[in-house]
């Protein structure tokens, strides 16, 4: 072991899940720069990979803003 922190991953398809501590929800991050929570992994896979149906990037910083459609409360 050579005591380094692994390469962060990067590139045009790369599909991020985040989970939201102290919670049971996960947090999915599309290439494009969308985010959304989600308590049901299905549906959170399915929103990723409808891209781009549903996916509103921010148009600054390069994050995305939560969508309501799909999001389960």
């Known amino acids: 072991m ?3 922190a692994p390469a962060v991953p990067t590139g045009e398809k790369l599909y991020r899940v985040h989970w939201a501590l102290g919670t049971d929800r996960m947090r ?3 290439p494009c720069g969308a985010e959304q929570l989600f308590d049901d992994p299905v549906v959170l896979w399915d929103w990723l990979l409808a891209h781009p149906e549903g996916h509103h ?3 600054s910083g390069g ?3 939560p969508v309501p459609e799909g999001d389960i409360s």
């Open 2 to 4: 050579s005591g380094q």
């Open 28 to 30: 999915a991050v599309c």
């Open 57 to 59: 990037p921010a148009h």
């Open 63 to 65: 994050r995305g803003v």
